[in-house]
């Protein structure tokens, strides 16, 4: 981490601590942040966690969850003197601030200290301190890794660990995913010594399901997913009025990318579904063909070489269409990578 022995001089003293993190937070963000939060919180300063938008209500037990401020108007008097007071500002698990939408303005213009903990690829280096690594599978990974260089492990409560363990266990796909390497199995590990419930971690965030959500799921592996064998690809897509029509909460479309790479042959798999003011595209990859590059290019983008999002001005017809259209051009890459 650049700068560490200066952040441990700084954290000495109790601070006003605010943690931001991106937009739709997924579990890695919100357990990176929870889990940053019980840490700071035992050493004695005063963490706050504020997020840009909702997100899925199968992370709302995570320890703290109730203490999150969201970027809605019912919070903005506490978001502003939040930010007033903030002494330092830990921003995790995105690269560029414009991940942060609304919030993006604040943290620039904010005189307290930043601290970037992220694993993206092309970081914006706007932060004071930075603890960055594209090859850790997880920011939740990389705040267990700084807590410990500040050699502040007796400061890892149950609590903490359980938030680091959920974001470590999704960001990896279960342990799945090529990003997995030793280290994430080391820190999993100690995460388990530290209280956290590998058998309840796994049960709240995969095994629990509303009934509208699995039913679109089932409508979208049967109506929806169309597989292109000659450019070993496979995409989905979603409208308003189809996601309306089961009742879509935010985050129940999570995960449904991940069937089209189960297919045998596969080698790109892409998630296209309408917000109310833009397209979204989830892309995820198998071997060497880079998703990250692929979304900055051409989706305003980014994120790892196997799993990246990006998004879209036009129409769900025309962001397809464009998709389709740029194949042929990566035709010969996704048939050779492996």
Known sequence: MTNLSALRTFLNSPRRVVIVTHYKPDADALGSSLGLYHYLARCGHHPQVIVP???????????????????????????????????????????????????????????????????????????????????????AGLVYEMIIELGD????????????????????????????????????????????????????????????????????????????????????????????????QTGDTEGFVNYGLSIKDIRLSVMIYERKDEIKLSFRSIGDFSVNELARKHFSGGGHKNAAGGSSKTSLEETLRKFLDLLPEYQSRLLTDE
């Open 53 to 139: 938008s909702d997100y899925p209500a199968f992370l709302h037990w995570m320890p703290g969850n109730h203490t999150v401020l969201i970027d809605e108007p019912p919070h903005a008097q506490k978001i502003d003197e939040a930010f007033a007071a903030a002494e330092i500002i830990f921003c995790l698990d995105f690269s560029a601030l414009n991940r942060i939408q609304n919030l993006e303005e604040r943290v620039r213009k904010a005189s307290a200290k930043k601290v970037l903990i992220d694993h993206h690829l092309e970081p914006e280096h706007f932060a004071d301190f930075e603890k960055w690594n594209p090859h850790s599978a997880s920011t």
């Open 153 to 248: 492990r007796i400061n890892l409560s149950a609590d903490a660990a359980t938030c680091l363990y959920a974001g470590l266990m999704t960001d990896t796909g279960g342990f799945r995913h090529s990003n997995t390497r030793r280290e994430e199995f080391m820190i999993a590990s100690d995460l388990v010594a530290l209280g956290a419930d590998p058998s309840r971690v796994a049960k709240l965030i995969y095994d629990t399901n509303t009934l509208e959500r699995l039913r679109l799921m089932g409508y979208v592996l049967t109506e929806k997913l169309v597989v292109l064998p000659e450019y070993r690809t496979a995409y989905m897509t979603l409208s308003q009025e189809e996601l309306k029509r089961f009742g879509s």
